[in-house]
């Protein structure tokens, strides 16, 4: 689950990180009341939506104006006249895709006078199986040029999940951030507070772009990029606040209702498997066999008749889907028992597309009889390539 800026900067501040003072708005005169509020000299106007890149992202619609997602604002009447432009406008940027976000929220915040700008981040890493920081010197807008042209300027600091982050973790951090002195005391200070944060918070994963030292020679966390662990959320009730569902594509939305993993992808066969092991390689072979998976689909260990049923109606209702491949391992649940369910959704749901089904497992000949007898339009598969093969076939003609 990803949440604003300006909702990942109240965080910051509940921590005791160095964030500028800001506010959200949701119409231009919440924006002017918000410029009146900070008193300038200088205001920035940052467009909130979840996806990066909106200082270099440019609007579809002229009267948005030429400059980006992210615009600094000289005089406090600038504020009301930015708002007026992006407000209902759709951003492009390179995390968008072509189709962009309508930008439905500003984030009004004090200017900063920035003397550097570095790179932190933090992430949960399965190699060493504890949170890891990401450090870079070549902080700002074009930090992915940097690691894909320099990744030795890029640092992994690792932490001990026993320990915590350590004062020698943030001095490590520090180095790779090139601060000394009173600025790398700072950084210790800041390092331990993430992470503290990151745990309490059950975040999967957290960026800043820009970690800024000041004129001033301070540090301050200039961006907010925070994603939380929603297999944590039956532990943060706050949770339900923060979600910006004109942000989620509905389909995930809806997946989300019954307890299926879903995110939506640009190919054309619909996905729907249990596991997300298998998911993934299923997900593979249909690109092996040349074509494009439409979806990640995993319904879980209990596929029950009820969670089939809801899968099928979210994966028919992308209209680029042109097959749908349901691959099962039953193990628990009994392949008869999932058979069973899949006919029944296919009943209840109608079925407009080629549909091959692979079933493995406990009860294996039985769902396939079930299957095969149907009187439906479904194609049984013997295994995994047989079934990509089959479903590629059919939508490809």
Partial sequence: MNIHEYQGKA???????????????FTPQEAIEAAAKLGGPLWVVKSQIHAGGRGKGKFKEATAGEKGGVRLAFKAEDVGIFAEQMLGATLVT?????????????????????????YLSALVDRETGGISFIASPDGGMDIEKVAHDTPERVHTIATDPTTGATDADGKKVAAALGLTGHLE???VDVVKKL???FTKEDMSLLEINPLIVTKEDHLKLLDAKISFDTNAGYRHPEWAELRDLGEEDEKEIEASKYDLAYI??????????????LAMATMDIIKLFGSEPANFLDVGGGASKEKVTA???????????????VNIF?????????????IAAVKEVGLQVPLVVRLEGTNVE??????????????????LEDAARKIVKAVKG
């Fill in 185 to 187: 005391a700072e950084c």
């Fill in 94 to 118: 390179a995390q968008t895709g072509p189709a962009g976000r309508v930008v439905k929220r500003l984030y009004i915040e004090d200017g900063s006078d920035i003397e550097k700008e570095l």
């Fill in 264 to 277: 939506a992808l640009d190919g054309d066969i619909g996905c729907m498997v249990n596991g997300a092991g």
């Fill in 311 to 325: 899968a099928f109606k979210i994966i028919t209702a992308d209209p680029k889907v042109k097959g749908i491949l």
């Fill in 330 to 342: 039953g193990g628990i649940m009994k392949c008869d028992v999932i058979a069973e369910g899949v």
């Fill in 11 to 25: 965080i910051y501040a509940k921590y005791g990180l160095p964030v500028s003072k800001g506010y959200a708005a």
């Fill in 366 to 383: 039985l769902g396939k009889k079930i299957i095969n007898e149907s009187g439906l339009n479904v194609i049984s598969a013997d295994d």
């Fill in 195 to 197: 992470y503290e944060m």
